[in-house]
């Protein structure tokens, strides 16, 4: 005999006066009844709840019965959602007012750019529902599986208060094997074969090969058209210093790590040390000699694709995650670029260590307390965690008509690793056509499923791309050397941002200003120091340091 739990809330409905008036509540007991955690579907009895997004132009309708993604999980789960997409461009100023105001709260939310440690500010305000460790065990089993299925985990999707506000994204046994040491620089094959040329393994060889991209005539036009070294400011990893300046140290600013590393437990700034002033002044030279083209500081990443992918071969080395020549006439033209060795033996890959990865922020899933039903909230979340197939299609579509798994004897990803396990039969994410398919969020596990995507031809990117990161991770930096993700207090996370905001601004426009020469190294380098220590440097490291050694240590 199925066995059902009872569970009253109060429904309230609320008329909210902001100018000086008061608010009416009148409130009405409804039961719902909940069937054993894990069971299809969660309520006998469908039950009504609101849900806001970020709309993307692509989908052209969320309503059941038009929406593929909407009809099923209603279907599945007997929750009506009434789904408040709101355009991407206001959606995090919308959030916000929302949040402030109290006002017309929805039952839950998908945020997946809201940190941890904003959601801890937004629950300790009283506005998203703090996922105690008892509610948890009673609705989320899936979620606490893939909590422990990593040591880090648990500490991982924890505020600095040490709950829980959010259900993050996770990928245990699913991290995208290729995404972490994605950033590189690829180089013109042709061209060093027209010259005669050897892979280039060390910084200085390098700047000799890009002297003979200038002078050689590599493309052979009879015409001194070539671009040796060219990147962009936007884009994934088009980032020219992101790469090179690790053959002079560590350098990490992504993974909200700031540019810090760690030494021996001690939280360091690596942009006001030595070896990351000697970085400069070679990315300066090679500026200087004309073989690093200032442009790359100023364009996008499609200005560059279209550099990279022109029918006249003009580019010699490029930095990307994803080749940009992969798509053009230029596809085997190009290889990977293994991680250079600097003049002090330094040769670091440009990604962000694999120890602390694979848990993304905690806006995926939020529960707000204006929730009528939080448990059903919950156990709507917690079926994402347990189903493949159907965290698959909130990304990818509905399985057999625009995914299917590989079939036995297929190829894989070329990793032992994380072997791809998916292939397109239509791309309903890369190629953005509008639809109404899904809407274009990433639910805890289908972003990090390996695939080999209709955009790109048959399996061979795919193997291009396993064996790149395959030849790559021998050079990640220790685990020890990188910062963790850190979390904060509500009460410090405004002086934290701020901080940060400040210093990064100026460490990154300070950094391209050096590399042009709008800055001399020489000369306005202690000016550089003095500045950042004037804009609160070591306060920040000192906040850094602090929420390492209480998570961490």
């Known amino acids: ?193 027209t010259l005669g040329l050897d892979m280039p393994t060390t910084t200085e060889e390098f700047r000799t090969v890009l002297r003979a991209f200038r002078d050689g005539d590599p493309n052979r036009t009879g015409r001194q058209d070539t671009i040796p070294l060219v990147g962009a400011r936007t884009g994934w990893h088009s980032n020219v210093p992101e790469i090179l300046l690790n053959s002079f140290i560590t350098w990490q600013p992504g993974f909200g790590r700031d540019g810090y590393y760690l030494d021996r437990g001690t939280v360091k700034p690596a942009f006001v040390e030595e070896g990351y002033r000697q970085g400069l002044i070679y990315l300066n030279s090679l500026v200087q000699e004309g073989l690093f083209d200032p442009v790359s500081f100023t364009q996008d990443a499609n200005q560059m694709d279209q550099l990279v992918q022109g029918p006249t071969q003009i580019v010699g080395a490029y930095p990307s995650g994803a080749p940009a020549h992969y798509n053009s006439d230029h596809r085997d033209s190009y290889t990977h670029l293994l991680p250079l060795r600097g003049p002090t033996g330094v040769q670091f890959a440009a990604a962000g260590g694999l120890l602390y990865e694979g848990v993304g922020n905690a806006g995926h899933g939020l529960i707000t307390t204006a929730a009528r039903y939080p448990e059903v909230a919950a156990r709507w979340f917690d079926i994402f965690y347990a189903n493949d197939d159907l965290s698959i299609s909130t990304r990818w579509g509905q399985k057999d008509i625009h995914w299917r798994y590989l079939r036995r004897g297929e190829e894989s990803f070329n990793s ?136 961490w240590r």
């Open 1 to 193: 005999m199925k066995r059902i739990l009872f569970i009253t809330v109060l429904t309230l409905a609320a008329a909210l006066v902001f100018a000086g008036g008061a608010s009416d509540r009148a409130t009405a007991a409804t039961t719902v009844r909940l069937n054993p955690v894990g069971a299809m579907p969660i309520v006998d009895e469908p039950v009504d709840m609101t849900y806001m997004l970020a709309a993307s132009p692509s989908i052209v309708s969320y309503e059941y019965g038009q929406n593929w993604l909407t009809t099923m999980l209603q279907d599945l789960t007997n929750v009506r959602l009434t789904l408040r997409p709101i355009p991407s461009a206001d959606y995090a100023q919308r959030l916000n007012l929302m949040f402030a105001s109290r006002a017309d709260l929805p039952d839950m939310v998908a945020d997946r750019s809201l940190s941890i440690d904003t959601a801890q500010m937004w629950g300790a305000q009283g506005v998203l529902k703090v996922l105690e460790d008892d509610f948890l065990e009673a609705n989320n089993p899936n979620y606490l599986a893939a909590i422990a299925a990593r040591p880090a985990y648990d500490q991982l999707v924890r505020a600095a208060d040490g709950k829980i506000y959010g259900y993050a994204q996770l990928s245990p046994g699913g991290e995208c094997y290729h995404c972490n040491p994605a950033a590189g620089i690829w180089i013109n094959t042709d061209f060093l074969e």
């Open 416 to 551: 032992a690793r994380q072997p791809m396990e998916i292939t397109m039969l239509v791309d309903v994410w890369s190629v953005l056509e509008p639809h109404s398919i899904h809407w274009y969020l990433n639910h805890p596990l289908a972003s990090w499923k390996q695939v080999e995507s209709a955009n790109w031809d048959t399996f061979d990117f795919v193997a291009r791309m396993g064996a790149q990161t395959t030849a790559v991770i021998p050079y990640l930096a220790p685990d020890d050397m990188y910062v963790p993700p850190l979390r904060f207090f509500a009460e410090e996370i405004d002086e934290y941002n701020d901080l940060r905001a400040t210093i990064n601004t100026y460490v990154n426009e300070s950094m391209a200003r050096f590399i042009v020469g709008d800055l001399n190294i020489q000369t306005d380098w202690n000016r550089y120091v003095s500045e950042l220590r004037a804009m609160g440097l070591n306060r920040f490291t000192e906040m850094k340091q602090k929420a390492y050694d209480r998570s």
